[in-house]
């Protein structure tokens, strides 16, 4: 069975799921919601199956099981999302479209994705550009006191979505060329493999950014998804686990210098240690994000059956009461784990956790099959910088580390966060097309030989 | 470069693994815990649209009832008190911005018509929408209104109970507050933050020294231990040596020899003091322990908002063991003694039902959507004293009020058995506790009460008697210990 066979039948999987999301979300919400909305449903699953045509027929020899993969979690996002309201639904089904545009562009204008080489300091640029912009006054806007969007006229889009794909592609690209020099050069201080300082100079570049955008941005969740992404692959590059600790230890320090000098930095700090001591006010989230998880238990409450706001409160109301009535805040952003796990309980949660973890499989397994150290090292990173941002998110809401407002890949409402999502799924599938190209013609090969 | 691939691969598995761990904590393992966290509002929000049941008065008028308010998924139901401050205290509230207090809170799972497991799950089966019952408690709407009069604004409490029964009939705390009020959040700050407390349950909260209605205790205790006579006299002078320091008669004056109920009649601290003494901490305590004193009164009440009575050092209840006892001084009800006006009132009762104390109820009746109706069966505390004690102290209580320092809460048609109390506060600007307990019928006790009058320049008999006195009238007139039935 060819690879695109395989695709069209784990789609299977995520037809069902979104019948059945729908299906239930209408039973229990009937009084409330009109049966025209099932087209919600039906239009998403249009899209994907126009997108599995345009993957046919561009990229024959992808992974057969990225696609259908985060199809699922876009489905577990756009039946929570109607679940939630069904304007925020009709919304991001419009999203899948700009976002499955972008990506069917970035496979038919990208066939030779290498060319990203060539232009990598120009991408750096656009990328450190991209995450300054919500700086600029008069475009720049904050959410609770971290700046984290830009608004142009109604519309509101978060850069650093983009800008993540921008800093990998450029990593990717420097590692690679900088590798041999980074291993070779290195020396023994205090018993600790070093860089040669010559070197160095770039990785306290990196760090150095991922601090401004700690101090500038007050993004603790975007600079550890970067810094991360970026440790992993100067690991994989070298293969020094000493990199990665002396890497570590300098983010370690700098966000430990920070946690204790800007106030935001440590309430967030503070809160994850006790979310209780203030429970009605700055622990309010975290500790409402923890009570509705236990409200879910083992199965969940049910699809539509959670208290995701004061009964009456308008289902627009996205602020916590008594400004608007939302029980939990941000249900359809930074909390969708928490309604997930409240409606589906510990088995809804845990099906979420192991889709990521299998895109993640997945990722590092193109990253193997690929040939070239580029293309190693950029389905590593790609791969590795949506693993993190599913841990960062999913680790805020259940009390794993600090909470920080990142988005869950492909799951939460919001248009930056799809489009550059599936801007970084078409550029994995475009390496894993050509690595898996070569491997079935030299497969043909042998084959031939034989017979 | 494949190995740190696959290496990078066990690190995101690993950190996979630690979400998974902990959502399965958050929503298996500490769920129960999570659940009763006071901060988590879901439990009411859900029991927001469950159609909560009245709370009646006595005579089935309504103190607590539920509007719906919206349509459809999106309705719930909101407490609405008719009657205003009337039963502020005791009934207290139940709002979800809120959460609950007082007989809102303690008879909650009858109100929202919480059941077994077993029955609930047969009820969802049948599909039925849980509703909750209506509670009748025993205060009686009248009586409430005449000891609010009756304190005319001055701080206080008076508890009224039916000896046989444990039954409350009267509850009230001043200030009082209007529980309608509780949902602005404006007013909720301003009783908060009000200096008199009105939020505070007097009745079942305030610990007040007693004074000289602690001797009643006393007396039990001398009598029923065997130890005194009605007749036993002792030489009540003014000033007499307690604990080594010289203690006085109101007013200095000198009694002599005189007997227990002469000492009763006009209050006689040397009397009593002396008593004390003789008795010892372990007898005093063992029948203070009797009257329910040093534990939280079993009403049905929130834990919370209940304060034991007995000797406080610290905020801390002492023991019988503790050096730091007065016993001469406890016994008139001086020393560090702090009561509630419910103890008191279950003193009385004590004394009046032959000497039987039973459980305090604020609860009567619990009313089925289908109108079955569940009856308290009342339960027995202790058996404190015996019937001839009972009887005797009776008959000296009765002289209290006919001879004595009590005679303003005598009545015209029945006889009142009590005992006044002035514990003073503040001696240079005299500023006195005031109290009065006792109970009428004194031949066939019917109704108990306890009322107590907080910073005044009054004594017990001309302060807090007369208001005992209204009291006592109404409850009578209103069928006594049966009600209104």
């Known amino acids: 069975m060819s690879a695109r066979s395989r695709e069209l039948l784990a789609l299977i999987p995520v037809a069902l799921l979104v019948t059945a999301g729908f299906t239930a979300v209408l039973i229990t919400e009937s009084d409330q919601i009109g049966d025209l909305s099932v087209f919600y449903g039906a239009y998403f699953l249009g899209l994907c199956l126009v997108t599995h045509l345009v993957i046919r027929a561009r990229l024959p020899d992808a992974d057969p099981f990225l696609f259908p993969l985060v199809a699922l979690l876009a489905a577990f996002g756009v039946v929570m999302l109607f679940r939630l309201d069904e304007g925020l639904a009709r919304d991001q089904a419009n999203w899948f479209v700009l976002g499955l545009v972008l990506f069917s562009l970035t496979i038919i204008l990208l066939r030779d994705y290498e060319a990203l080489e060539r232009y990598r300091y120009l991408i750096a640029i656009a990328g450190i550009a991209l995450l300054l912009l919500p700086r600029i006054p008069g475009i720049g806007e904050t959410t609770n006191e971290a700046f984290l969007s830009v608004k142009v006229g109604s519309l509101s889009f978060q850069p650093t979505e983009l800008a993540k794909i921008c800093i990998v592609v450029f990593l990717a690209s420097y590692l690679n060329e900088r590798r041999e020099v980074l291993v070779v050069g290195a020396r023994r201080v205090a018993g600790i493999v070093v860089p040669p300082l010559k070197h160095l100079g770039p990785l306290l570049v990196i760090w150095g950014a991922a601090m401004v955008m700690l101090v500038f941005i007050r993004d603790l969740g975007s600079s550890l998804m970067f810094f991360g992404a970026f440790l992993a692959m100067i690991y994989v590059a070298t293969g020094r686990i000493s990199f990665v600790l002396v890497g570590l230890a300098l983010f370690a320090a700098g966000a430990w210098f920070f946690a204790n000098t800007i106030g935001h930095v440590q309430e967030r700090f503070d809160i994850w240690l006790d979310p209780f001591h203030d429970a009605g006010d700055t622990g309010y989230q975290v500790a409402q994000s923890l009570f509705a998880q236990a409200d879910g238990g083992l199965f969940g409450s049910g699809l539509g059956e959670s208290l995701v706001q004061l009964p009456g409160a308008s289902p627009k109301c996205v602020e916590e009461f008594p400004n608007c009535g939302a029980i939990l805040p941000a249900p359809h952003t930074d909390f969708i784990y928490a309604v997930i796990v409240n409606e589906l309980g510990l088995f809804g949660g845990g099906a979420v956790i192991l889709i990521y973890a299998l895109i993640a499989e997945r990722g590092f397994k193109t990253a193997i099959l690929a040939e070239d150290g580029f293309s190693k090292l950029l389905a590593t990173g790609l791969t590795t910088i949506i693993a993190l941002q599913a841990f960062v998110i999913i680790g805020g809401v259940t009390r794993v580390i600090p909470l920080t407002g990142v988005t869950l890949p492909f799951i939460s409402y919001g248009g930056s966060s799809i489009v550059a999502n599936f801007i970084l799924l078409a550029l994995l599938l475009l390496v894993s097309d050509k690595a898996r190209r070569r491997a079935r013609r030299e497969a043909e090969a042998i084959e031939a030989e034989y017979a | ?485």
Do not use: C
């Open chain 2, 1 to 485: 470069m494949n190995t740190p691939i696959i290496k990078l691969f066990g690190v995101v598995i690993v950190l996979y693994a630690l979400l998974f761990g902990f959502t399965s904590y958050w929503s298996i393992f500490d769920a129960e815990g999570l659940e009763n966290n006071v901060a988590n509002k879901r439990p009411l929000l859900e029991e927001q649209q469950i159609d909560r049941g009245d709370i009646l008065a006595s005579d089935g008028s309504v103190i607590a009832t539920s509007r719906p308010r919206g349509e459809g998924s999106d309705r719930v139901f909101i407490r609405e008190y008719p009657e205003g401050g009337l039963f502020g205290n005791p009934i207290g509230y139940s709002f979800v911005e809120r959460g609950r207090v007082g007989f809102e809170l303690s008879h909650n799972d009858e109100l929202v018509g919480n059941k077994t497991e077993f029955l609930s799950i047969l009820d969802e089966l049948r599909g039925q929408v849980q509703e909750g019952d209506h509670v009748q408690s025993s205060l009686d709407p009248e009586a409430q209104q005449t000891a609010l009069d009756a304190l005319g604004g001055q701080q206080g409490s008076v508890v009224a109970m039916v000896p046989s029964t444990g039954e409350i009939r009267a509850m009230v705390s001043v200030p009082t507050y209007d529980p309608n009020d509780v949902v602005n959040s404006r007013a909720f700050e301003a009783l908060n933050e009000d200096e008199n407390a009105p939020l505070f349950n007097r009745a079942t909260q305030a610990g007040y020294q007693p004074g000289s209605t602690m001797k009643v205790v006393t007396a039990t205790a001398a009598l029923d231990s065997g130890e005194f006579e009605p007749s036993s006299t002792l030489d009540a002078g003014s000033p007499v040596e307690i604990s080594g320091v010289p203690l006085e008669n109101a007013g200095g004056q000198s009694f002599g020899e005189i007997d227990m109920e002469t000492a009763l009649t006009n209050s006689v601290n040397t009397y009593w003091a002396q008593v004390g003494e003789e008795l010892g901490t372990d007898t005093m305590y063992k029948y203070m322990d009797r009257f329910g004193f040093n534990e939280q009164p079993p009403l049905d009440y929130p834990s919370f908002q209940i304060a034991p009575s007995g000797e406080f050092a610290d905020g801390r209840l002492l023991g019988p063991g503790s050096d730091q006892i007065d016993v001469g001084r406890m016994a008139i009800g001086q020393d560090k003694l702090n009561v509630t006006p419910l103890q008191m009132a279950m003193v009385a009762s004590a004394v009046a039902n032959d000497g039987e104390l039973m459980e305090p109820r604020l609860w009567s009746k619990v009313i089925d959507p289908d109108g079955r109706e569940d009856e308290l069966d009342p339960e027995r505390q202790s058996r404190v004293m015996s019937e001839e004690t009972a009887n005797t102290l009776t008959e000296m209580m009765t002289d209290v009020v006919n001879e004595g320092t009590g005679g303003a809460a005598a009545l015209a048609e029945d006889q009142v058995a009590g005992k006044t109390g002035t514990a003073e506060i503040d001696i240079p600007r005299s500023i006195n506790q005031a109290w009065f307990i006792g109970f009428a019928p004194a031949d066939d006790p019917q109704i108990a009460v306890a009322a107590t009058v907080e910073r005044t320049s009054g004594q017990g008999g001309t302060v807090a008697a007369p208001i005992a006195q209204q009291v006592l009238e109404v409850l009578l007139a209103n069928g006594g210990e049966n009600g209104d039935e």
